[in-house]
């Protein structure tokens, strides 16, 4: 895994994101990312996913799945967090999208 610093000055100098392959196992990558797929259709119905351009964003996900809060309580992801923004930085608006 990359240390803190190099995802970090890729995310602010670079492309504006990071993967980080090692956080979640293959099975709960696949969770996860079927888990986005059905939240969307339902919040579609719902009219709760918000369009920009041409990706759909639902946001909340923290709260729609244990994976979600896995994710966003990976030590290193709280690392690079709170390195960007600081150690006062809100969970509750981690987000997710798909083209």
Known sequence: MKDVVS???????GKGYVLIPELLSPAQAEEARSLVLE?????KLLGKVLLDD????I????????????MVQHP???EVIET???????????LGSHP
């Open 59 to 70: 946001y909340g996900l923290v709260y729609k799945g244990k994976i979600f809060e896995l």
């Open 84 to 94: 960007i923004v600081g150690k006062e930085y809100d969970s509750r608006h981690f």
């Open 39 to 43: 939240i969307a259709e339902k919040e």
């Open 76 to 78: 290193t992801v709280i």
């Open 54 to 57: 041409q990706r759909e964003r």
């Open 7 to 13: 995802l970090v000055e890729e995310i602010i100098q």
